[in-house]
């Protein structure tokens, strides 16, 4: 029989910084997860990355997710992983990254503390199961 605490939700904000305008990908993130069983905030478009890291502080998130297509994620991430930092938070944050990033990029992004790069093409399945796998346990 499990527990309570085993039963509490992954609590995930899904996240558009910059100026990308286009978020069909993050809705379909967010709406994968809530059927997982996943609390989900999503922060609607154009966040400034200071934005985003109050909102993923001030709701206390497992999980955060970076929707980012414009290209600006080598700026942009960096800039968020900064700042959960500098709030203490970014050690018992997972954050991914989803969208179009070249996968020379990718190594930077891990060296930044990116748990994850998800591409077109990545499966929901593969994407929740990771973070079932990986989110902080409380």
């Known amino acids: 029989m499990s527990t309570d605490s085993e039963q509490q939700s992954i609590r995930c904000m899904?996240?558009?910084?910059?100026?990308?305008?286009?978020d069909?990908?993050?809705?379909?993130?967010?709406?994968?997860?809530?059927?997982?069983?996943?609390?989900?905030?999503y922060s609607g478009l154009h966040k400034a990355p200071d934005d985003i890291v109050q909102a993923a502080v001030q709701e206390d998130v497992d999980v955060l997710?970076?929707?980012?297509?414009?290209?600006?994620?080598?700026?942009?991430?960096p800039k968020i992983m900064d700042g959960l930092e500098s709030y203490g938070a970014k050690e018992d944050?997972?954050?991914?990254a989803g969208g179009v990033i070249p996968d020379e990029d990718r190594a930077t992004l891990k060296d930044e503390g990116v748990a994850a790069v998800f591409g077109p093409g990545t499966s929901i399945e593969?994407?929740?199961?990771?973070?079932?796998?990986?989110?902080?346990?409380?």
């Open 65 to 77: 997710g970076i929707s980012i297509l414009s290209g600006a994620h080598d700026t942009l991430v």
């Open 14 to 22: 899904v996240a558009k910084v910059g100026l990308d305008g286009h």
């Open 93 to 96: 944050t997972l954050v991914l």
């Open 126 to 138: 593969e994407t929740i199961e990771f973070v079932r796998e990986n989110a902080p346990k409380r």
């Open 24 to 41: 069909r990908g993050a809705h379909v993130i967010a709406r994968a997860f809530r059927d997982a069983g996943f609390e989900v905030i």
